[in-house]
């Protein structure tokens, strides 16, 4: 299996531009959560799915974000409009609905000027 | 919600030395308890977790030991090698595993 799958691996972009990060779960795997790692404030829980469903968004900062999980292989995490303060490294992660371990992408490096 | 503090936020030591790490949570309905290594540039990895039924658990060098009365639970390292330098994170959850709150990290050193 190829774990799961980030996309882009880099993104830099102006401000107040459109962000859209991609996600690939690995294949069986019924939940899927996404992160944001800073210096300033770690790791955090933005959103997580089940099913394709969201469950808690309580992690997600504003309504600048947003995420979406149209099918069991792919989800998006979409920042419009994007700001400075956004620039960090994005986590995806998923897991089967029988097991606790969370299995992370390769993240996102995102850069907002 | 949940609370997880984490110490040392640094610890350096000599190859073959014993590294401990310490955290304490809030929730005491908290009971699934992973620890991740994330070396620099790389995503999270779970080394071990441990479930609030259980002590104590080990897995070659690495043992995981947790006081639910107290609420904390910590990570000892055995025989470091340099490869064992990284950043480590400890978090806490419900009972599902889903609502992971981290530890703010500890940088590892291994000298050689």
């Known amino acids: 299996d190829a774990g799961v799958i980030q996309s882009p691996r880099h993104e830099v972009t102006e401000m107040g531009q459109e962000v859209t990060l991609r996600c690939k779960p690995i294949?069986?795997?019924?939940?899927l959560f996404w992160y944001r790692q800073t210096m300033m404030r770690g790791l955090e829980l933005l959103i997580y799915f089940n099913n394709n469903v969201p469950i808690d968004d309580s992690g997600m900062p504003e309504d600048r974000f947003s995420a979406k999980m149209p099918n069991a292989s792919f989800s998006t995490l979409k920042i419009q409009p994007s700001e400075p303060r956004d620039s960090a490294v994005y986590f995806c992660?998923?897991?089967?609905?029988?097991?606790?371990?969370?299995?992370f992408g390769p993240g996102t490096r995102l850069l907002v000027l | 919600g949940e609370n997880v503090e984490q110490h040392p936020s640094t610890l350096s030591v000599q190859e073959g030395d014993s590294a401990v790490i310490k955290c304490t949570y809030s929730?005491?309905?908290?009971?699934?308890f992973p620890w991740y290594k994330q070396e620099l540039g790389k995503r999270p990895q779970l080394i071990i977790d441990?479930?609030?039924?259980?002590g104590e658990k080990k897995d070659q060098r690495i043992a995981v030991t947790l006081n639910k009365t107290a609420k904390h639970f910590s990570l000892h390292i055995t025989e470091t090698q340099p490869e064992d330098s990284a950043v480590y994170f400890c978090?806490?959850?419900?009972?599902?595993?889903?609502?992971?709150?981290f530890g703010g990290g500890t940088r590892l050193m291994v000298k050689p």
């Open positions: 929730d005491s309905a908290s009971n699934y």
């Open positions: 992660a998923s897991r089967t609905w029988q097991g606790e371990t969370q299995y």
């Open positions: 978090a806490a959850s419900d009972n599902a595993g889903n609502m992971l709150t």
């Open positions: 294949s069986g795997h019924d939940y």
């Open positions: 441990i479930r609030s039924n259980v």
